[in-house]
């Protein structure tokens, strides 16, 4: 999606309906900074407000995700490229963040291994080289939490059995058997148990 096109068409809308961006404001319940941010392609309209401001604005979602009224004989196609779009926006927020899991499992892991080394190697109490190593044990373990929540909700799990790709509860996932992102768990369509393999695309 176009921010820029998207905000210079709510801005031509608006106008054409007769609203300053201080009526349309009122009208939504938000601020007119907030239509000003929309207009500058800075922002893009809470999912809540987007029905409301379409009916306002006398257009439709497809539209408003266009930048552009679309007409009937363009509907579909239009449609179909928007939903294209949207997939590799999400694939590549999705890439984003895979690569980001393993940069927090890094990090994470490098100190806790700093952590243990300074207790094995320097002359300390002992009360102090446990305080150490449970100081690198409590990130790593929040880190990695925070990982697999991660690799749980960026892409899908493909199914080894049906080839159904979904997105698994964070249980599922934290529980399960696993080799790098590959994790055995049970499909929610065939209900069998398999190597479910993380997939981006669905």
């Known amino acids: 999606m176009d921010q820029m096109k998207i905000g210079r068409f709510i801005a031509e809308r608006r106008k ?3 609203y300053t961006q201080v009526q349309l404001a009122e009208k939504l319940n938000i601020t007119d900074r907030a239509v000003s941010k929309w207009e500058t ?6 999912s809540a407000l987007m029905p409301a401001l379409c009916e306002l604005l006398h ?6 995700f266009n930048g552009e009224v679309i007409e009937m004989e363009d509907y579909k196609k239009k449609s179909e490229e928007l939903i294209i779009e949207m997939a590799k926006q999400k694939e590549d927020a999705d890439k984003k963040l895979l690569s980001l899991e393993i940069l927090i499992g ?3 892991s ?13 002359n300390m109490p002992d009360w102090l080289r446990i305080c150490l190593i449970v100081a690198g044990f409590v990130p790593f373990i929040i880190a990695m939490i925070y990982a697999i929540k991660i690799e749980q909700t960026a892409g899908y799990y493909e199914c080894a059995e049906c080839g159904h790709k979904h997105v ?3 249980r599922s996932v934290l529980f399960a058997p696993h080799v790098g992102r590959t994790r055995r768990m049970t499909c929610p369509k065939c209900h069998r ?6 997939v981006l695309n669905k």
Do not use: H
């Open 168 to 170: 698994p509860s964070f």
């Open 41 to 46: 392609g800075r922002s893009m309209p809470d």
């Open 110 to 122: 490098l100190v806790l291994i700093g952590m243990i080394a300074l207790a094995s190697f320097v």
């Open 16 to 18: 054409q309906c007769g």
């Open 59 to 64: 257009i439709t979602l497809n539209d408003l």
């Open 193 to 198: 148990k398999s190597w479910q393999k993380k």
């Open 106 to 108: 890094v990090l994470a």
